[in-house]
């Protein structure tokens, strides 16, 4: 089947031709990853691999010679490619041109929000954890949705897993526990409020439940405190010249913050706040 990258319903197909013969064969270029075509090609899906065969324009004579050139820098010489860089001057649609002759999974697309060449920068860029610890829980619909559980510590995401959703309440709070997060943050208008409220009744929870009604309104959000006494301490970005933090209590009566979540700057570049009494 040729263009399969291109082809409606590709999983519908995929099921039907694999009842019907022993032997499948997928051609054509890629067109984002967001098809069976190219989960087949980064071996995805459940099962053994696909035997993979790639062409490449290097693979053709008539189209990989090359040749040596002062270099830009004027330091040497560089190889490049008469009829690559041809076409690609002459290209009118870049993205088409990266798939057809690129072979990029990751050109723009029709609909795409964020580039794929962004997504797979920022897979592979390595960042430091840092405070706060945070969670959030997309709850799935009916159907195939799944109901998603991610953590992160400051800019780096530490977890993102699908959940069970008949046990996502228990194994929410399981994970927020062991990820140490202190706050967990959910959509309340729809179907992710039941799971929060059975999650924010627990009395052995040590983070607050937070959920908030509109993407555009951050304000319209309700807030559960948790039963148990916490300080909680933030880097404070940009931070001053003495590395200042800021702490947090959600304590009754603490003195030096007004619960829940008032953050008071410290000049100390310690980690330590003055003890929450309670």
Not at 110 to 122: E, H, P, Y
Request: a neutral charge.
């Amino acid at each position: 089947m040729d263009e399969h990258s291109k082809v409606p319903r590709a999983d519908s197909v995929h099921a039907a031709l694999s009842a019907n013969t022993d032997v499948i064969v997928y051609g054509g270029t890629p067109h984002g990853r967001n098809n069976l075509f190219a989960r087949i090609a980064h071996n995805l899906i459940p099962g053994d691999p696909w035997e993979k065969f790639t062409f490449n324009w290097r693979d053709n004579p008539d189209k990989n010679y090359a040749l040596d050139v002062p270099a830009a820098n004027s330091q040497g010489t560089e190889v490049i490619y008469p009829w690559y860089l041809f076409e690609k001057s002459k290209s009118v649609d870049q993205a088409l041109f990266e798939q057809e002759v690129d072979i990029s999974y990751d050109a723009e697309t029709k609909n795409q929000i964020i580039l794929g060449a962004w997504v797979q920068a920022a897979r592979a860029l390595k960042l430091e954890g840092t405070l706060p610890l945070t969670a959030g829980l997309d709850v799935g619909d009916t159907g195939p949705d799944a109901t998603t559980y991610a953590s992160r510590a400051g800019p780096a995401v530490t977890r993102m897993q699908a959940l069970n959703s008949e046990e996502a309440p228990q194994e929410t709070h399981e994970l927020a526990t062991r990820d140490g997060v202190d706050l967990l943050q959910y959509d309340r208008n729809g179907v992710g409020a039941a799971i929060a409220a059975t999650v924010a009744r627990r009395t052995d929870r040590t983070y607050q439940v937070r959920g908030s009604s509109t993407a555009a309104s951050p304000a319209a959000r309700s807030t559960m405190t948790p039963r148990r006494p916490q300080i909680f301490v933030s880097p404070i970005s940009p931070p001053n010249a003495g590395g200042a933090f800021a702490c947090a209590s959600n304590a009754p009566g603490s003195g030096w913050s007004r619960a829940p979540r008032t953050w008071t700057r410290t000049a100390s570049a310690s980690r330590t706040c003055p003890p929450a009494r309670t």
